[in-house]
């Protein structure tokens, strides 16, 4: 998922060199203290149409160096493109895994994430990496939790959103999980709205 409008506060962390990022999450060392440098891996973003996105994405039975690695590349992909959500299927790998990094909230990766509780609707203006150049109003949730394992830990925890971007990316990631894209909430192909039109800037 990408920011659709500007959010007063964000982060903007994508104007941070990709290699910064991977050396923080590497686990904050100081740069001298790793002897080689990181493979840096900004994988193509699949596109609508392509039908890795359509899958319904296997669980992941164990958190080994190959998941771990598929979440530095995700990170690197999603901060490159830019965006503040990316699951796995968006890169080509048919697993659940989600990371997810919005203001407010620090990141975070989920593995097997799943809703555990929703309610409420409203109306989100919302953009997905893999439907570049255009947006479109689809009905959220309000309120949303949501499960997964944490990598770090391999324990399970539970995040909560409201009303808030939060909430409107761990729909949308996990929806990325299920084969499901924002655009099929919409009336049709014809309520994509261009990126270039913004009616929010008219006077
Ligand atoms: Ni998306």
Redesign the pocket.
Known sequence: ?YLVHEVPGHRREAHIPTLAIHYRRAGRQPLSRLREPPTLAIIPIRRAGDPVLREKARRVRAIDSSILKLIEDMWETMYDAPGV?L?AP?IGIPLRVVVIDVHDYPPFALVNPEIVKRSGERRCDEG????PGFRGEITRSVKVLAKGLDPKTGKEVRIKGENDLLAEALE??ID?VNGI??IDYLSGPEALIPLSDAPEIKA
């Not at 997905?128 to 439907?131: A, E, H, I, K, N």
Request: aromatic share 8%.
């Open positions: 998922m959500g699951a968006q997905c990496l893999s439907v949308h990631e990325h894209l924002y």
